[in-house]
């Protein structure tokens, strides 16, 4: 076994185990920094497919801001994570059969499927090729995206003010 | 040597644990934090056929960038719709908030 498939084992195990931990916590706040574990986990996948730049910006946007954005929602929502409270709902069973059935379903298609390799080399240099890629043919995309970014900050000042 | 099938199979299981937290969680800042394990395992398919499939292009990458910055706005709007449901009908709990208007 190369250090490469230790390395991807040990990161899956992370992921998934966190991600478990992220889904059956009782208390939302244990949930809520499980799921640091798991980015990490993801970033170390990403580190695996060369991906550095989408790792870096893993870490800064979820590990560091989505966690901590969550964590201030639970603490300014204190009615909603008292441990007594109930945190699931009836249909716990039918959950539970539906995400199995959609995981078997997946991987019965991962797995089955002859995956076509086009021609091509990943750049040595990713990030470079990355600004390359936003400022030339994902032109469009990027704009779009800024915009979106905007009008949600917007958005989100508007919805979460205080009415007066 | 870990292939695209190995990184398809992770991203599958992470998904369905983010479909199962979105469908059972009652805390609808727990069913977020689904939401924000579905975006991940979307991510890792993208990388995982960039890097495997179409290595020549950067199109996965960059689509994996764009959907971060998607859910890092999804985040922020969606927290701020709990705290606005938060502040008008004191419950976090979606079963509970089956009003339209207060």
Not at chain 1, 25 to 37: D, G, Q, T, W, Y
Not at chain 2, 61 to 88: D, H
Request: charged content about 10%.
């Amino acid at each position: 076994m190369s250090g490469e498939a230790i390395a991807f084992y040990v990161l899956a195990a992370v992921t998934l185990g966190s991600g478990v931990v992220v889904v059956t916590s009782p208390n939302v706040v244990h949930s809520a920094v499980a799921l640091v574990p798991t980015f990490l986990g993801v970033t170390g996948i990403y580190v695996l497919l060369s991906a550095e730049f989408v790792a870096v910006i893993q870490v800064l946007i979820y590990a560091g801001a989505i966690t901590v954005l969550i964590l201030f929602v639970i603490m300014l929502t204190e009615g909603g994570t008292g441990i007594r409270a109930r945190q699931r709902n009836e249909q716990g069973a039918i959950g539970a059969a539906v995400a199995a059935a959609m995981a078997g379903l997946l991987i019965a298609v991962a797995v089955r499927t002859p995956w076509a390799r086009l021609p091509g080399t990943l750049p040595t240099y990713t990030p470079g090729a990355i600004g390359q890629s936003f400022l030339g043919p994902n032109l469009l995309v990027f704009e779009g995206t800024s915009v979106v970014l905007l009008v949600s900050l917007v958005g989100a000042i508007v919805i979460a003010r205080k009415e007066e | 040597m870990p292939a695209l099938t190995h990184y398809l199979v992770l991203s599958a299981l992470l998904f369905c644990l983010g479909l199962f937290a979105v469908v059972t969680r009652r805390n609808g800042v727990a069913i977020l934090m689904g939401i924000e394990l579905m975006l991940n395992a979307a991510n890792v398919n993208l990388v995982a056929f960039n890097k495997f499939a179409a290595p020549g292009a950067m199109q996965g990458q960059v689509f994996a960038l764009i959907v971060i910055t998607l859910a890092a706005c999804e985040a922020a709007v969606g927290l701020a719709l709990v705290l606005a449901a938060y502040r008008s009908l004191e419950t976090v709990y979606v079963d509970e908030i089956n009003v339209m208007k207060w």
